[in-house]
């Protein structure tokens, strides 16, 4: 038999695609050539794959190899294929019967010494199988507890390329993927140790409940930091949907912690200033990896001292925040990934920060509005929240009576407005109120009566809010009610949400 074909899965952005590896062993000059659209790493593979062999055990034909992944037409990246390419060669030069291999997927990159490493990506590669109604998938040992997390799908392990041949030839069984891990009681920093900041906590609170950005603007030593740093704190787990969808994110950049388990908790981002945009939206060589928009899908992701980012890194975040998604092209095609985030923005007043605020400080006014010009407009709009802090006083630092609200607390409130707004809107599809459109808030049955809003319609008549804002106000004053236990905004609802949009404190 001169011909052989094992099947493998490709990834484009966080799409696997199932690839058909096929080997062709010709009489002719010896060589390897590979077909497909391979990048570089793929090209390399030829090396990769006849040392492995040889150092397993087993002999290299020593025949015209051609390899061929199909779909042509679909580039392919990476060293995930690496396996699949051995079996497929020994296949084709009969040193394997393939039989036992019918409809099995096969993942994973080999050393020079045949050991099988593990690679980025498994999960969606596995969705990606199940989807195709593949229910058996071979993976490297170190990616097994990964895999296993997908219900219906038989995954068996390999640490080594002679152990996958005596499982062809000999039957030898393959290694199980390790017990789940038990689930760890969520860590991190809590709400009660953020001392005074009513209305920065009220603001975070509205943000968690309804899914809205939030843009926090104060002197140093306000709070903005460990408010931000507290959001995924009072945000609900994520459900077995957006579980998958992060950890197939984090399983794709390689951050995935180990253990196996889904992500619940909703993630947290907090890059450098200094981030580019391709770190922040996504990029890279060949195929483009996610970047920290992308990471903080479900999550939250927080542009400490926002001014001091790069304008263009700044505004390439307007798309996705509007749109929920990224979408990064390159000569070889575009990369499409998934960043439905919540945006945190935190900025001192001005250059020279003074802790004492406006009393002390050194900036002209024209270098106030520079510093804080850094932020446009058109991203400002998109932020539904804009709340200003003052600095916290001595006597609400150092209180000894009534401790604050823990974050545990706060999150059954947010956990009961955010069900109250899933089922009003579960005939449209969205699950929280920052996503719904404004026409369905400007129109029967959930417009609101004239008298409520009309400080509503003088800002936008006079320009002090944009059409985007007024739609932005709606939505927040909808989070409010909800978080009050009431079925529709009031007018007081309209004014609070005024106050939090306009950061009147």
């Known amino acids: 038999m001169s011909y052989a074909k094992v099947l493998s899965v490709g990834l484009v952005g966080v799409t696997g695609h199932v690839v058909e590896v096929e080997a062709d062993l010709a009489l002719g000059l010896p060589g390897v050539v590979i077909s497909g659209l391979p990048d570089t790493a793929l090209h390399e593979a030829r090396d990769r794959v006849r040392a492995a062999i040889v150092n397993s055990g087993q002999k290299w034909p020593n025949r015209r190899i051609t390899l061929n992944l199909l779909p042509a037409t679909l580039p392919k990246y990476g060293s995930a294929f690496d396996l699949a390419i051995a079996v497929a060669v020994l296949g084709g030069s009969g040193e394997l019967p393939l039989q036992s291999l019918d409809r099995t997927v096969i993942l994973g990159e080999l050393g020079l010494d045949g050991a099988v490493r593990p690679v980025r990506g498994v999960l969606p590669m596995v969705a990606a199988a199940a989807r195709a109604g593949l229910d058996r998938v071979v993976v490297p040992a170190a990616n097994a507890a990964e895999a296993a997390v997908l219900p219906g799908v038989r995954i068996r392990a390999v640490d080594t390329l002679h152990r996958l041949v005596a499982f062809v030839r000999d039957g030898t069984p393959l290694l199980p993927p390790p017990a789940a891990e038990p689930p760890t009681a969520p860590g991190g920093p809590d709400l009660a140790d953020v001392a005074g900041q009513g209305f920065g906590r009220r603001a975070l609170e509205v943000a968690a409940a309804g899914g809205h950005h939030l843009a926090l603007l104060g002197p140093p030593g306000a709070g903005k930091t460990m408010l931000a740093e507290r959001l995924p704190s009072i945000l609900p787990a994520l459900d077995d949907d957006a579980a998958l969808e992060v950890t197939a994110l984090h ?30 939206v996504g990029g890279g060589s060949g195929l483009a990896r996610p970047g920290a928009v992308s990471l903080a899908h479900r999550g939250v992701l927080f542009l400490d001292e926002a001014p001091e980012f790069s304008k263009p890194a700044l505004e390439a975040l307007r798309q996705p925040l509007e749109s929920g998604r990224v979408r990064v092209t ?17 900025a001192n007043p001005c250059p020279c920060a003074k802790p004492s605020g406006d009393l002390d400080c050194e900036c002209t006014p024209l270098a106030r509005r520079r510093y804080l010009g850094r932020l446009s407009g058109p991203l400002l709009d998109r932020v539904d929240l804009q709340v200003r802090l003052h600095p916290v006083r001595a006597a609400e630092l150092l209180a000894t009576g009534t401790p604050p609200e823990c974050s545990a607390t706060v999150a059954d409130r947010v956990a009961g407005a955010r069900r109250a707004a899933a089922d009003r809107w579960s005939s449209t599809g969205h699950r929280v109120n920052a996503d719904v459109p404004g026409p369905y808030l400007r129109r029967p049955p959930w417009q609101l009566p004239g008298r409520d809003i009309r400080e509503l319609r003088r800002r936008l008549d006079s320009g002090s809010l944009s059409a985007r804002g007024f739609d932005r106000v709606l939505r927040l004053a909808w989070t409010i009610a909800d978080l009050d236990g009431r079925d529709r905004p009031e007018g007081d609802d309209i004014a609070e949400a005024v106050h939090l949009r306009m950061g009147e404190g």
Request: a positive charge; proline letters at 15%; glycine letters at 8%.
């Open 251 to 280: 399983s794709i950049a390689g951050l995935l912690p180990p253990g196996g388990r889904l992500l619940r908790r909703p993630p947290f981002q907090a890059p450098h200033h200094t981030a580019t945009v391709p770190s922040l």
């Open 330 to 346: 390159r000569a070889h095609g575009a990369t499409e990934y998934p960043a439905r985030t919540q945006l945190v923005l935190a």
